[in-house]
Nanobody, 125 residues
């Protein structure tokens, strides 16, 4: 059974940085497609970044390009989201997700099979 556990969320001031981590267990992580999503109160869950670890491809939403970076340590089964130049609009619960490589947009949460419990990121102005 796949298990995902996020950590690293906290309250930071605008312009600051955070690094989120997602610890995975239960399967060969290198075979999976990984994503970070976020959901703010009253809003839909949106894709932030994703990575296909087998080929090293990465994807980032336009709203975070140049500020956020997804990466992975396959040996440790850890997925990361480095977030720089944080803005108040980045405030949300951030989720780690995984799925087998398949068709479907990387940013569509409906295509992901496994989810963590989320970690709260609050950016104060």
């Amino acid at each position: 059974e796949v298990q995902l556990v996020e950590s690293g969320g906290e309250t930071v001031q605008a312009g600051g940085s955070l690094k989120l981590s997602c610890a995975a267990s239960g399967y060969p992580a290198s075979l999976y497609f990984w994503g970070w999503f976020r959901q703010a109160p009253g809003k839909e869950r949106e894709g932030v970044a994703a990575m296909y670890t087998r080929v090293g491809s990465t994807y980032h939403a336009d709203s975070v390009k140049g500020r956020f970076t997804i990466s992975r340590d396959n040996a440790k089964n850890l997925l990361y989201l480095q977030m720089n130049s944080l803005k108040p609009e980045d405030t949300a619960t951030y989720y780690c997700a995984a799925r087998p490589p398949s068709s479907g947009s990387w940013y569509d949460p409906l295509t992901y099979n496994y989810w963590g419990q989320g970690t709260q990121v609050t950016v104060s102005s």
